[in-house]
């Protein structure tokens, strides 16, 4: 499967602009989840809990996709293709891709999810946690997969 073997996030990801763009992604989960759980912009605990979730997400996804793919570092993460892997016009192959996708946004938002509840539980319940968790990385994967998917697949060809 095309969508295994692409290296696109995992290059992006190690350049400045990668970091650069993960880091708003990141700000962004911050700000969401403290505007739910505190009515806040910025709460030190959640950035601090929203900034290790994250790292642990990209970790996990790293090493998850070079045990799938056999090596190459494509971060399960955000499946970053651009219309030379899939064709928009192509059923199969965009079914492929959002059942792909679909399934890096439940792991992302599972593994950010444990985490989140680790470094909250003394402060926040369980359910307003997973709450904010799901809407922030609801949010921050509709900005940033417009942003990338928008570059890539209108932009780079």
């Not at 998850?64 to 651009?82: D, E, F, K, M, Y």
């Not at 059942?99 to 319940?125: D, G, H, P, Q, W």
Request: with cysteine; charged share 15%; glycine share 4%.
């Amino acid at each position: 499967m095309i969508l295994l073997n692409n290296t696109y996030f995992g290059k992006y990801a190690s350049l400045p602009m990668g970091w650069l763009f993960m880091a708003c992604l990141v700000a962004i989960e911050i700000v969401v989840m403290s505007q739910i759980l505190d009515h806040a912009y910025y709460k030190s605990k959640i950035a601090f809990a929203a900034l290790m979730s994250n790292v642990v997400s990209g970790i996990v996804g790293a090493y998850t996709s070079i045990a799938i793919n056999g090596g190459r570092l494509l971060t399960v993460w955000l499946p970053w293709v651009s219309s030379k892997e899939v064709n928009l016009e192509n059923d199969e192959e965009l079914f492929s891709f959002f059942l792909y996708f679909a399934c890096a946004f439940v792991a992302t938002v599972i593994v950010e999810l444990i985490i989140n509840s680790i470094y909250l539980k003394k402060r926040y319940e369980f359910r307003p946690v997973m709450r904010a968790t799901i809407i922030a990385n609801v949010v921050s994967f509709l900005l940033g997969s417009f942003v990338l998917y928008s570059y890539s697949f209108f932009f780079y060809d």
